[in-house]
């Protein structure tokens, strides 16, 4: 069975700081990959999917997220945090069925000014 | 383009009431759908998903239940509410397989 792991449920960077959130999979096939952000009391908004073309995947709002197949990673970053970047983030992989999603836990990102 | 809509966006509702929360899809059809909880501080359950009408299937057992009345509606509905189904239930909808889904903007339920 497909499952996602998020490293580190609070992330803190200072603003205009490298933001770098950690995303590790298992899958017994060829994975779909997606990265969403929650902002308060919101729904989940898609932010990059990797679908197995470019193994770097550009996203809305300056996010990129590069696929390692031998890491097994999916992680999400942005070169320059800005102050409406502090949201919830959660990673998701494609059930084998492709039907259904299996999400992390979610990663809180907190930016200071 | 498509669009999905989810209400109530709050709902008070005393222990041991009824409960019916609605989703509908816009400008698409025969869509996956799907509906999750998200209790405070932590992340999604599944709780039910449909490939088409009146196909649901069930993921956590528990005293809710779900219904695709049509092919863009989908229904989660309880007949006595409990203190624990407390939280935030976001619908979603998707075109296909293996395609993102994309979330309505949830209904924050509280249990009194």
């Known amino acids: 069975a497909q499952s996602v792991t998020q490293l580190g449920s609070h992330v803190s960077v200072s603003e205009g700081a490298l933001v770098l959130l950690r995303c590790n999979y298992s899958s017994s096939v060829p994975p779909y990959l997606f990265w969403y952000v929650q902002y308060p009391n919101q729904g989940l908004q898609l932010l990059l999917k990797y679908t197995s073309a470019a193994t770097l995947v550009k996203g809305i709002n300056g996010f990129e997220a590069e696929f390692k197949k031998s890491e097994t990673s999916f992680h999400l970053t942005k070169p320059s945090a800005h102050m409406s970047d502090a949201a919830e983030y959660f990673c998701a992989v494609s059930e084998t069925s492709g039907s259904r999603l299996t999400f992390g836990e979610g990663t809180q990102l907190t930016v200071n000014p | 383009s498509q669009t999905i809509h989810q209400w109530p966006a709050t709902l008070v509702q005393p222990v041991g009431s009824p409960l019916s929360l609605e989703c509908t899809v816009e400008g698409t059809s025969n869509p996956n759908l799907y509906w999750y909880r998200q209790a405070a501080g932590r992340g999604l359950q599944l709780l039910f998903y449909s490939v088409g009408i009146g196909q649901i299937s069930s993921e956590v057992p528990q005293n809710l239940s779900a219904s695709r009345p049509q092919d863009r509606q989908f229904i989660l509905s309880s007949k006595k509410l409990l203190l624990s189904d407390s939280g935030f239930y976001l619908c979603?909808?998707?075109?296909?397989?293996?395609?993102?889904?994309?979330f309505g903007d949830g209904t924050r339920l509280s249990i009194l």
């Open positions: 979603a909808w998707t075109p296909g397989y293996n395609q993102p889904q994309h």
